[in-house]
């Protein structure tokens, strides 16, 4: 098979790229290892969407958020994408965090960013009555926002299919060749797929793949984070984002409100040697509860509604490692961080924008037209709320699972859907089924039996 | 706009089916029982195995026909029960939304008996550490996945938990030609009747590992083992590829949240009197939302008073009077009801329902308001089992008395 551009890796990144070449008429391959798209680092990260305040003042980070962060905006209202612009608040709970607030906004001014605003103990309380007392101050970042990250992905990939897109799944890259006319990817089955140009999208593995290619300018550790996501009940505890104040004692956790109405706590930040390892352990566990009994006491006596830990593709570079090697056809677009999220859409009109520049033909581009997406966030009405939708198609009206108020009708949706799930956790992201508190206890064997017949 | 209806019985298990049909026989016209799930019956419906309808229907049955047995008796008494009926939202002043098939539909109920139930908490809820992986299971799930769904389940389990419905589990798995490699128990000896597990021993030859925990679930894509960790630290894994997480219970009490009405911090369930009344004036409640959980025959006898007491309500004759509020003292970690109405009678089956989560150090159990000893009595506590105490008591509480505890004597 021969494309005009091969994408290894149907991440976030991987999909905002396909779906970008799509739109300037290319002929577009995403090449997955995994079962399904944004089934990595995509799928378990905070979800926040950043202004990209934090950033490193001039990097390509801070210019690519930045500007993604316009970007998703735009198309997930355009998609459907549930996104809820909640604010954050920086807390500082000692001096030496109170002190560093001014060179944050300091920061934030170098990034672009203009609207933070400093705020007294008593702002930070009135802002955020449950914060422990022992919140000193804050900064008011009023523009971040959290966003499904799964919708997004999907609909980075299920656009790009639908512009005619080829996406293989299970299909694992374990070799390049170069060929007269572009490059040649080999996978593990057995399929010789070629590219004009290929882009390494591998996210933990970008490294990997950029051996393949002969380059060994980064290597990717995996930051393992293990998150803790509390029950529904907790959602009116907190209003923002609370972020924790980078200090001498590490970046710290955060507490933030989900779009699905629940609230987590975390991430853990653990260096480790294994790709694979998303295992949450006690000690994290232990560690992120004395973490929020100590910001927002409330939070920690509410149920638990799931654990997880994602694993962030961080580098010796504290920038995105973007780079072009055209003389091989090859694109590399590794260690982006968890920023990634909300950077994209930038990064993919980054990469066209410089093969452009370096007289690559890579075709006009037309505008994209988002895939419409079902709404699975509690911001906007979802279907067993939806009078007009249920008169249409009863099915909206059969609530399944019960917890997440998930109806028959977005399975049967999301069966029939461009790219459809193949496994339970696959189902869960697209539509929130069995991920409520009792994680399946009511409805999770209809739902596996469901899944199945549908797969048939 | 919204429907008038006269009594609205919240969960069609058998609390709920007890209630609506116990209104009806009270003489109650407009009775609609809203059912979340595609048929009623509630849990007893996936539990195929013999042991219900003792205490209420005097008889001895398995699950499934005791749901249908409650059904047809409530159908058979004019009660309509709505299936695949969410109730979604209520609000303060009473208006309860909920979706089906029909669209969204709004009513206006005169009362509301809550009857939604309990189940197990999830792995998650546990913080088990690990991996997330296909093979973990509550008993509510595993079940339907047998009985109902027919589903493939694996080939070696763990059963977490050794309280009666872990020896459910136990069944199940056996009925799905599961093998149970062994069943872990943080106590020092099982918490069913000894007669359960020494059947379960001879018969499947599980082996019970006690004052053991559960440190983590492993596996890449789905389960392979669990790591245990006995009580002097030592960790030890088994392989298996089905975990069962059984028992520890909580009160589905979403709604009763959303009503605004006050909850127990014990039971997690609505605050109650022996009336079964919540802190609201028309919401009554029944069965294991009070009391997670007590066996589905005792949870059904509940819906007789909820329904006597809702009764009461519609026709104006609604006992008012001092409240006094029960408090327990470790071990104990609930009673329920949890407050007496001075002078209104028994709770139902003449009894409190007491919990504990350790076993404890004696089997006194002493009832006191003030230096005032008004009762006592030696129960048989066991973790994960509901203990009765007899209520005869009530009538000797002083309304004037302040609180009254229950300690361990």
């Given amino acids: 098979m021969k494309f005009d551009v091969v994408v290894i890796g149907a991440g976030l990144v991987g999909s905002a790229i396909a779906q970008e070449f799509t739109a300037r008429g290319q002929s577009v391959c995403i090449v997955e290892k995994s079962n399904d798209v944004g089934n990595g680092t995509s799928k378990a990260n905070t979800a926040i969407w950043h202004t990209g305040f934090d950033a490193v003042p001039g990097s390509l980070e801070s210019k690519l958020v930045g500007r993604g962060y316009f970007l998703l905006e735009n198309y997930a209202k355009q998609a459907g994408i549930p996104i809820v612009k909640t604010g954050a608040v920086l807390v500082a709970w000692d001096e030496e965090q109170l002190a560093s607030l001014d060179g944050l906004a300091d920061k934030a001014h170098k990034n672009g960013y203009e609207k933070t605003k400093g705020l007294s103990q008593s702002e930070v309380r009135n802002l955020e009555p449950n914060l422990s007392e022992s919140a000193l101050g804050g900064l008011l970042v009023p523009d971040e926002g959290i966003v499904c990250t799964w919708t997004t992905n999907l609909a980075y990939a299920t656009t790009a299919v639908q512009a005619g897109a080829t996406l293989y799944l299970n299909t694992k890259v374990v070799g390049v060749n170069s060929v007269p006319d572009g490059m040649e990817i080999q996978t593990d089955t057995h399929q010789t797929i070629t590219g004009s140009l290929v882009v390494n999208a591998a996210g933990l593995y970008s490294d990997d793949i950029h051996r393949m290619f002969g380059h060994q300018t980064f290597s990717v550790t995996p930051r393992k984070g293990q998150l803790i996501v509390f029950d529904k009940l907790a959602r009116n505890l907190v209003n923002h984002i609370i972020l924790p104040v980078p200090s001498s004692k590490g970046k710290g956790v955060l507490i933030s409100p989900t779009v699905y109405g629940n609230v987590i706590l975390g991430p853990t930040a653990e260096d480790q040697t294994d790709k694979t390892d998303t295992s949450t352990t006690q000690a994290g566990f232990e560690f992120l509860l004395a973490k929020g009994q100590a910001m927002l006491p409330g939070l920690v006596t509410n149920e638990v509604t799931a654990t997880y830990a994602g694993l962030r593709a961080a580098t010796e570079h504290s920038d995105y490692q973007i780079t072009f090697h055209l003389d091989q056809k090859y694109i590399c677009v590794g260690g982006i961080r968890s920023t990634g999220l909300t950077s994209a859409l930038a990064i993919a009109e980054y990469v066209a924008e410089q093969l452009f520049i370096a007289g690559h033909p890579i075709g006009e581009r037309a505008d994209i037209l988002p895939a419409p997406m079902p709404n699975i966030g509690e911001d906007f009405v979802r279907p067993y709320q939806d009078e007009v939708a249920i008169a249409k198609n009863p099915s909206f009206g059969e609530v399944i699972c019960h917890c997440e108020r998930v109806t028959i009708g977005e399975l049967d949706q999301a069966f029939d859907s461009t790219i459809p799930p193949c496994t339970l956790e696959g189902l869960r992201r697209r539509t929130r089924a069995t991920m409520g508190r009792c994680q399946g206890f009511y409805c999770g064997a209809e739902v596996a039996q469901r899944l199945t017949e549908a797969k048939k | ?409």
């Fill in chain 2, 1 to 409: 706009m919204a429907e008038n209806v006269d009594a609205l019985v919240i969960g069609a298990g058998p609390a709920g089916l007890t209630a609506a049909w116990a209104l009806k026989n009270l003489g109650i016209e407009n009775v609609l029982v809203a059912e979340r799930e595609a048929v009623a019956g509630g849990i007893p419906r996936h539990s195929h195995h013999p042991g219900y309808g003792i205490r209420d229907l005097h008889r001895f049955m398995n699950g499934p026909s005791y749901a249908k047995t409650l059904v047809t008796r409530a159908k058979d008494a004019g009660v309509r029960i709505a299936n695949n009926f969410s109730v979604t939202d209520w609000e303060q002043d009473g208006l309860i939304t909920a979706t089906s098939k029909n669209g969204r539909q709004l009513l206006m109920p005169q009362v509301v008996i809550l009857a939604t139930g309990a189940r197990e908490r999830p792995r998650p809820a546990r913080l088990v550490a690990g991996n997330r992986v296909r093979g973990i299971y509550t008993t509510g799930e595993l079940q339907q996945a047998v009985y109902e769904r027919k589903l493939p389940i694996g080939t070696r389990a763990v059963v977490v938990g050794a309280e009666h419905v872990s020896f459910s589990a136990l069944m199940t798995l056996n009925h799905a030609d599961v093998k149970v490699v062994a069943m872990v128990t943080e106590h020092h000896k099982h918490q069913s009747y000894p007669a359960f597990y020494f059947g379960a021993k001879v018969r499947y030859q599980v082996p019970l590992r006690t004052t053991t925990s559960v440190v983590s679930v492993n596996g890449t894509d789905r389960v392979e083992s669990v790591t245990l960790r006995d009580n002097g630290g030592n960790e030890s894994n088994v392989e298996c590829d089905v975990v069962v997480f059984t028992g520890n219970w909580i009160a589905d009490y979403e709604l009763a949240q959303r009503s605004g009405i006050t909850r127990d911090s014990g039971t997690t369930g609505p605050l109650v009197n022996q009336l079964l009344r919540t802190s609201q004036p028309n919401v009554f409640a029944a069965g294991n939302i009070l009391h997670p959980v007590t066996t589905a025959d005792v949870a059904a006898l509940d819906g007789v008073i909820a329904a006597r007491s809702a009764a009461e309500y519609l026709t104006g004759r609604s006992l008012l009077g001092n409240t006094v509020s029960i408090n327990v003292a470790p071990p104990f970690t609930w009673v329920s009801p949890q407050q007496v109405l001075v002078g209104a009678g028994m709770p139902p089956r003449n009894c409190f329902q007491l919990w504990v989560t350790e076993f404890p150090s004696s089997s006194l159990v002493v009832v006191q308001q003030g230096t005032q000893t008004l009762f006592s009595q030696r129960l048989r506590l066991v973790p994960g089992r509901p203990a009765e105490l007899k209520s005869d008591w009530i009538s000797s509480v002083d309304p004037a008395g302040g609180p009254i505890q229950i300690r361990l004597g």
